[in-house]
């Protein structure tokens, strides 16, 4: 076994198996099997790790692949056990042992090449437009993946109230000399959600920061780390460290996933100067935060705030959504029970297994429904969760939207005539 391995695995050694993390697991909650809680799986890597499991039981593979990987467990734990580093490991030795299934090693391979996602997510980008997917979402899984494209339009395009009202000129209040600002496109974040990107941009600008383009980007690999496949995952980090490195003060990513991968770059790659470039990494949220952010024009709508797993558990950031979301007056806005927990998408695991991530996202939607008043939006900053809870939503029947947070201070801020 590597070093490296050894000392992944090594993260597992606080656990006392007292089982603080079993009410924090989506998967256990779901299914009460011990072998699909925290606790239950740090047995299981600790057998593969000493070669008392090998990769080829079923049973185990089948345990730790239904992990989510929300890392849920790491902030209740008392002992402080790196539970997602100990997964990282397990996982990175069942793919050397075993490799891919025929379906994640297909979907993985679009996302290595930038020539094979970007036609295929403009192609669903056009029939997003025709409205077609809309129409045909529902709970079977064809219709859920419909769904799910439905979601990631724009919220402006899905709302009447969206942008209806006639914004006041505003003049911007000065603000402290620019920091240079690289925005992180990504794959996904790049095609179905660039209207995302233009509210991340103006938003960021409105607050004093400028925004660069950066060419030579591609996917951030948090798919391919996530599946144990790491030298895919390096290969695209090393692409982007190259693109990215000492091309601007900070880095700035609205994608929770792909942040948490970004700031851990460090640990990927094992060089000082991907650790450095880790430090540079922030969330849209933090950033806005740092400088305010300013206050914009009111929106009276009832809001949910549902916060993604790699933004509050991976990256340790709870307020500065918050924030970002106190700054748009009249805003009512909600932080439901369960909204800590994860939605069910996690990557590429709703495609993988649908049916435990259709159970996990069913206790998110049951929150959602009951809830009073019912929100008007869902907001979160993450577009696998914003495109999950979206498909689960239709699929309910239920007349609640999902959006990112920028997007709603973006609407806020354009009504307030500040561009």
Aim: net charge neutral; aromatic share 4%.
């Amino acid at each position: 076994m590597s070093a490296e391995a050894s000392s992944s695995y090594s993260a597992l050694d606080p656990c006392v198996h007292c089982g603080f993390c079993l009410p924090a697991c989506p998967t256990y909650l779901v299914t009460g099997d011990e072998g699909h809680s925290p606790r239950g799986r740090i047995v299981l890597m600790r057998a593969l790790e000493r070669g008392e499991l090998s990769a080829a039981d079923s049973a185990l593979v089948d345990h730790l692949d239904a992990c989510l990987g929300c890392r849920g467990c790491e902030p209740v734990c008392p002992s402080g056990v790196g539970y997602g580093r100990g997964l990282e490991a397990a996982r990175a030795q069942l793919f050397a042992e075993r490799g891919l299934s025929p379906l994640a090693r297909i979907v993985l391979g679009v996302f290595r090449h930038r020539s094979l996602w970007r036609p295929l997510f403009t192609l669903a980008r056009a029939l997003r437009a025709t409205r077609i997917p809309a129409l045909l979402s529902g709970k079977q899984r064809m219709k859920f993946g419909m769904g799910m494209l439905a979601a990631s339009s724009e919220m402006r395009q899905r709302h009447e109230w969206a942008g209806q009202r006639q914004p006041a000129a505003a003049e911007l209040p000065r603000v402290p000399a620019p920091v240079t600002v690289a925005l992180f496109r990504g794959c996904v974040m790049d095609t179905l959600f660039s209207h995302v990107h233009n509210a991340t941009v103006r938003t960021l600008e409105a607050n004093g920061y400028r925004v660069v383009e950066v060419e030579g980007q591609v996917c951030c690999g948090a798919l391919h780390e996530h599946a144990g496949d790491r030298d895919a995952a390096r290969a695209l980090a090393a692409r982007n460290l190259a693109a990215l490195a000492g091309k601007a003060d900070l880095v700035a990513v609205n994608s929770a996933g792909c942040g948490a991968l970004l700031k851990d770059y460090g640990h990927l790659l094992g060089t000082e100067e991907a650790a450095r470039f880790g430090l540079m990494v922030r969330d849209v949220s933090e950033l806005l935060a740092e400088r305010g952010p300013r206050p914009g024009a009111p929106l009276p709508l009832d809001v949910a705030y549902d916060a993604p797993c790699h933004l509050q558990h991976a990256q340790r950031v709870h307020e500065a959504p918050l924030q970002v979301l106190s700054a748009i007056p009249s805003l009512r806005l909600q932080l439901l029970p369960g909204s800590e927990q994860c939605c069910g998408s996690a990557g590429i695991y709703s495609i993988l297994r649908p049916a435990m991530s259709a159970a996990v996202l069913q206790q998110k939607v049951a929150g959602l429904a009951s809830a009073h008043p019912r929100p008007e939006l869902v907001l979160t900053g993450n577009p696998g969760c914003l495109m999950q809870i979206g498909a689960g939503l239709r699929a309910a029947k239920l007349p609640i939207g999902v959006a990112h947070p920028v997007e709603l201070l973006d609407l806020s801020y354009s009504e307030a005539g500040y561009y």
